[in-house]
């Protein structure tokens, strides 16, 4: 059986199993629309699905996901805002109430900013653009006495991406209004642990 042939097999126990158990759910979600009140911004890492890590329900997150869980700041120039674009929706049009990034242990796409995406192909390496967002952050650790650049790199990675969040208008205003919180949080992969950013300490918080 071919890896996509795997996939939709994956789909047809879903539509006789998880889809009937859940189908006035989906009913409902259909008829109304969704109304999820959390958006998780996370990394394309096949090892870290939200919808798997916090084991949600259809119709209750608003999922972004991009190399190294990365917001890039408020900026209206020229390119495909494709990132703003989704928080522009899940913020302004859905009213997400929470917005959650999310990093990882082992990210490929802070190894990039610590070492180049070295993919060999020897053209434009839109990995290395992309992850220029952490440049500041990774020049500081890589000047530090740093035991684990990479480490500390994915968690400062989280910690960017919520300042950057920040600088977006209605979501500055919308967090001092107590509309909207943002989170960062931090899955382990290989212990399975989630941390926790804490806004009062600045640290990372095993669940
Ligand atoms: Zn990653």
């Known amino acids: 059986m071919s890896e996509f042939d795997q996939l939709v097999d994956g789909y047809r126990r879903f539509k006789s199993d998880a ?93 990039a900013s610590l070492e180049g995406a070295n993919l060999g192909h020897g053209g434009h390496s839109f990995i290395d653009g992309w992850v220029d967002i952490v440049r500041p952050a990774r020049d500081k650790i890589l000047a530090s006495a740093s035991d684990d650049p990479q480490h500390d790199l994915e968690l400062d990675a989280i910690r960017v991406s919520l300042k950057n969040l920040r600088t977006f208008p209605f979501i500055a205003e919308r967090e001092q209004s107590g509309q909207l919180k943002l989170h960062g949080a931090y899955f382990g992969i290989a212990d399975g642990h989630l941390h926790i950013l804490n806004d009062q300490t600045d640290e990372f918080e095993v669940q």
Do not use: W
Not at 48 to 62: E, H, N, R, S
Not at 67 to 78: H, K, T
């Open 19 to 111: 889809y009937v158990r859940q189908k006035a759910r989906y009913d409902e979600l259909a008829s109304d629309g969704q109304a999820p009140p959390i958006m998780i911004i996370s990394c394309s890492d096949s090892r870290v699905d939200p919808a798997t890590v916090f084991d949600t329900t259809p119709g209750q997150v608003f999922a972004l996901r991009n190399v190294a869980s990365l917001v890039p700041p408020y900026e209206i120039g020229g390119g495909l805002h494709g990132v703003s674009a989704a928080i522009e929706f899940g913020v302004m049009g859905l009213e997400v109430r929470h917005i959650v990034v999310l990093g990882h242990a082992q990210c490929g796409g802070i190894k």
